[in-house]
């Protein structure tokens, strides 16, 4: 195996909280192709502390932060505010992620129950489209022209 040098890592890696970060972890590889890598921490009452996913060599961190944590679909349904602004299918704090073939991805994630916010659409970037997983985090998946 080889060792990563510090400047062989990303200068950005995407931290993302879950009530149940390993249920999360599960289906992000389910519907969106992500894998596990690394070793996964867990708390001695089963919580995920921090664990690591890859989507084709780029990193998400992700964790059950603390019990008190509650998702954006979850705080939506107690919060006028946040209902509100989720009403529109934009990625609002959300995720981008290339991928090689948009439309088979869209297939893949849509037979694993994600939320589809809007089906894949050309616009100029790319072809794209946009869903929650679920517990509400938004992704936008794109096929760059």
Avoid at 91 to 115: C, E, I, P, S
């Amino acid at each position: 195996m080889v060792q990563e040098t510090r400047l062989d890592r990303p200068r950005i890696v995407p931290m993302i909280a879950y009530e149940d970060a390993a249920a999360a972890i599960d289906w992000l590889g389910r519907a969106f192709g992500f894998r596990e890598r690394g070793e996964r921490y867990t708390e001695s009452d089963g919580r995920v502390s921090h664990a690591e996913l890859e989507f084709e060599g780029s990193p998400v961190f992700l964790a059950t932060p603390t019990r008190d944590y509650e998702s954006p679909k979850h705080h939506r349904q107690t919060c006028a505010a946040a209902k509100k602004w989720s009403a529109v299918p934009w990625v609002v704090d959300g995720l981008q992620v290339r991928v090689d073939n948009v439309d088979a991805h869209f297939t893949q994630a849509k037979g694993a129950g994600a939320m589809i916010l809007s089906e894949p659409q050309d616009n100029p970037y790319g072809r794209l489209y946009r869903a929650e997983d679920l517990e509400g985090h938004r992704w936008m998946f794109i096929e760059e022209h």
